[in-house]
Structure formats: C-alpha cells, structure tokens
C-alpha cells in the first residue's frame, strides 16, 4: 500500500522560506511523476510544482515560478519542496500525490495523495 506522508508544514514570514518533505513508503513508485498540490481556502486544489519519474524535468506553474523548487532525494523516497514568498498569503494545504505523468496535472490524474500538510507565510 502507498502511503506519502508529508511533514514541514509551518508558519514562515515574509521574505523567509519553508521546505516541505514527502516521505514515500509501501511502494517504489519509480515510474511516476510526483507533484505539490496546493489548496487555499476557496480555492480549488491547483499543482504548483511537478518532477518526472527520474528527476530530470520540473514542472512550476506560473504564480510560483522562481520561488519554489521540487526535487527528489534519498535515491527517489523522498520529494521536497523549498518555498520562498515575497507576500503575504492564505493558508494553504500542501498534499504530495504521484501521478503517471508530471505536466499540468489537474487533481483527476492523481493516484495517490498524502494527507496534507498546512502552510501558511504571514506578513
């Protein structure tokens, strides 16, 4: 069985930066593609940032773009996100999912999703 467990999560100021980490665990998932998802409060779930099966291309869309950074770590088990925001924002729930691909992914091509972890930049 899948599990993605995120951790990290936290209040970070203005200016400042905050790291979210992805645990992967009860499977490999060397093939698929991982991704953020991010949902504000009335907002639908949006991927804010995406990493083919071996690394090698990253996905941002375009309101985080040059602010945060995915990779992969220890050897695939892990994906992180490194976040910096120059504004003040919302609260938001970060979920860690795998999907088969990594490009604009909508919220219907996820097969696994962690359970979420909450981030919030004050200002």
């Known amino acids: 069985q899948v599990q993605l467990v995120e951790s990290g999560g936290g209040l970070v100021q203005t200016g400042g930066s905050l790291k979210l980490s992805c645990a992967i665990s009860?499977?490999?998932?060397?093939?698929?593609?991982m991704a953020w998802f991010r949902q504000s409060p009335g907002k639908e779930r949006e991927c804010v940032a995406a990493?083919?099966?071996?690394?090698?291309?990253?996905y941002n869309t375009d309101t985080v773009k040059g602010r945060f950074t995915i990779s992969r770590e220890n050897h695939g088990t892990s994906i992180d996100l490194q976040m910096s925001s120059r504004t003040p924002q919302s609260p938001a729930i970060y979920s860690c999912?795998?999907?088969?691909?990594?490009?604009?992914?909508?919220?219907?091509?996820?097969?696994?999703w962690g359970q979420g972890t909450q981030g919030t930049v004050s200002s």
């Open positions: 999912t795998a999907a088969q691909s990594y490009m604009r992914l909508t919220a219907n091509d996820v097969e696994f």
């Open positions: 009860g499977h490999t998932l060397i093939s698929y593609g």
């Open positions: 990493i083919s099966w071996n690394g090698g291309r990253t």
